[in-house]
């Protein structure tokens, strides 16, 4: 039965576009609170997962495509534990977490969880240099560790004066100190880039680069005050873009060149579909109005929705006959792939967490007087009906709440007379088996390599594993 989160109601109407609170990201983010906000809130790696059978040739070729952690009905245990407040990636050798108060870095032996380096001070996280976004969570992902950096901020938004500090994530050296303390507008990494922002004494902002790998400076561009200064910049796709009274600009991160004054339509969140084409969040470049765009293996349009495309954190290519779209009025909207006709919609915050087998696995957050703290809820992906749901006591939005092998999600149950960690049936919720919880606390479960799994509370991470010790 649905919770007080969460009514379904089948319809083909769109809720407008509006300033709804919820809380799905959409643009315009300003670089100052992208900067506040990136190392914070664990921003989730968008990685395309297989069931364990063969995927078509042409989709593999197209996105990442890695195992789901294995084999749930076999219990985890405690291998070590440590104070850590967020996993933000693994490295060969190392799990590099956020320090148990929110801050700083540590980077932890995969065997036995020792220290290996640590770093203190600023917002951090793992930045795979290939990729557009931090990484701060990619579940069975091994990234390489000459093609990632860890990155900490100092950040004006949090009263700090501009930092930025990029190490090594294997040993923790320190590979720059980029100079950015004129960055009093912001500084944020974009790829394999760090930019920051800066008043310019002779009005409008200057806008400098700096690389990941070296720390060396890369380019400085001044946006005139005749264009109205930037009264905003933050990323979409592999883009760099500022709003200014005159027009918008993209820039290119590599270059700090200014791609048009009156940018295109910018498209991010691109996911593959069966057919061959594709679904994508675009952005109009006369406005602030967003759409979830699916498009034809010729390139050309076959539908546009209203909001933003969601794609879960975990999903299998064979299954997104319905896109996840969110209205910025508050719904979750389930949207037929192939016709672009709403099946379902759900009210309150609602986040893909994973989506196969006919089944999504949302996680939601408490929205109003009286909700309970968090929950994971499965829904039938072509009706909206909600099979099951479990109260976790984790009001965390999308990530961490649950892990999956393709079949069943494990969830850390919390319903005031202790924990457990329960693996549920993903289509209808029976319990299968169930783990001992290390923490008394709600927690947070995160997939790692090696079939492992850590669970996350109160500046407390436990790695669970298949030996037993």
Same mark, same amino acid.
């Given at each position: 039965?649905? =919770? ?15 300033? #709804? ?6 643009? /315009? ?5 992208? *900067?506040?906000?990136?190392?914070? !809130?664990?921003? @989730? ?69 020792? &220290? ?15 990729? @557009? ?36 994530? $294997? ?13 009093? $507008? ?7 880039? !760090? @930019? ?24 400085? $561009? ?24 005159? #027009? ?18 910018? &498209?991010? %969140?691109?996911? /593959? ?38 794609? /879960? ?17 508050? *719904? !979750? ?5 192939? &016709? ?12 893909? !967490?994973?989506?196969?087998? #006919? ?15 968090? *929950? ?56 299968? &088996? ?30 669970? =594993? %298949? %030996?037993?010790?």
């Amino acid at each position: 039965m649905p =919770g007080d989160l969460i009514e379904v109601e089948l319809d083909d109407e769109l809720d407008p576009l509006s300033d #709804g609170d919820g809380r799905p990201p959409r643009p /315009p983010w300003s670089l100052r609170r992208w *900067a506040a906000v990136t190392a914070a !809130l664990a921003t @989730v790696g968008a990685v395309a997962v297989g069931t364990g059978g063969a995927v078509r040739a042409d989709l593999a070729g197209r996105l990442p495509v890695t195992g789901l952690t294995g084999d749930l009905r076999i219990p985890r245990h405690e291998l070590w534990r440590a104070d850590a407040g967020e996993v933000l990636g693994t490295v060969p050798g190392v799990l590099v977490t956020g320090g148990a108060d929110g801050t700083g870095a540590r980077g932890l032996a995969w065997q036995d969880g020792s &220290t290996a380096w640590r770093h203190d001070g600023g917002r951090c996280t793992l930045n795979d240099v290939d990729d @557009v976004d931090p990484v701060s969570w990619r579940g069975t992902e091994v990234l390489p560790a000459d093609r990632s950096r860890v990155v900490c901020l100092g950040l004006v938004s949090e009263g700090q004066d501009p930092s930025a500090v990029i190490l090594d994530p $294997v040993t923790g050296r320190v590979v720059g100190e980029p100079d950015v303390s004129d960055a009093d $507008v912001g500084v944020v990494a974009l790829g394999a880039h !760090l @930019v920051g922002v800066a008043d310019s004494a002779r009005g409008g902002r200057t806008v400098s680069s700096w690389s990941l790998l070296t720390g060396s400076a890369e380019w400085s $561009v001044t946006v005139s005050a005749a264009d109205g200064g930037i009264g905003s910049m933050f990323a979409i796709g592999d883009r760099l873009v500022a709003t200014t009274l005159s #027009g918008r600009y993209s820039f290119d991160p590599a270059t700090g060149e200014r791609i048009d004054a009156t940018a295109t339509d910018l &498209t991010f %969140e691109r996911r /593959p579909m069966r057919d061959g084409g594709d679904v994508a969040t675009v952005w109009a470049a006369d406005g602030f109005a967003a759409s979830a765009v699916a498009t034809g293996a010729d390139g050309t349009e076959r539908w546009s929705v209203g909001g933003y495309y969601l794609p /879960p954190s975990v999903d299998d290519p064979w299954s997104r006959d319905v896109v996840p779209v969110y209205s910025s009025a508050g *719904a !979750l909207l389930g949207v037929d792939a192939a &016709t672009g006709d709403v099946r379902w919609r759900m009210s309150g915050a609602s986040f893909p !967490l994973l989506q196969m087998a #006919g089944v999504i696995a949302l996680t939601s957050v408490a929205t109003g007087e009286g909700a309970s703290p968090g *929950a994971v809820i499965a829904v039938d992906a072509a009706t909206g009906v909600v099979l099951w749901r479990q109260d976790t006591g984790v009001d965390q939005p999308r990530a961490g709440a649950a892990v999956s092998d393709g079949a069943r999600l494990a969830v850390a149950e919390h319903d005031g007379g202790g924990t457990r960690i329960a693996v549920h049936d993903l289509h209808d919720g029976t319990v299968v &088996t169930t783990w001992p919880s290390a923490l008394d606390d709600p927690s947070r479960l995160v997939p790692l390599p090696a079939n492992r799994v850590a669970q996350v509370a109160d500046g407390t991470l436990v790695v669970l =594993g %298949e %030996e037993a010790r």
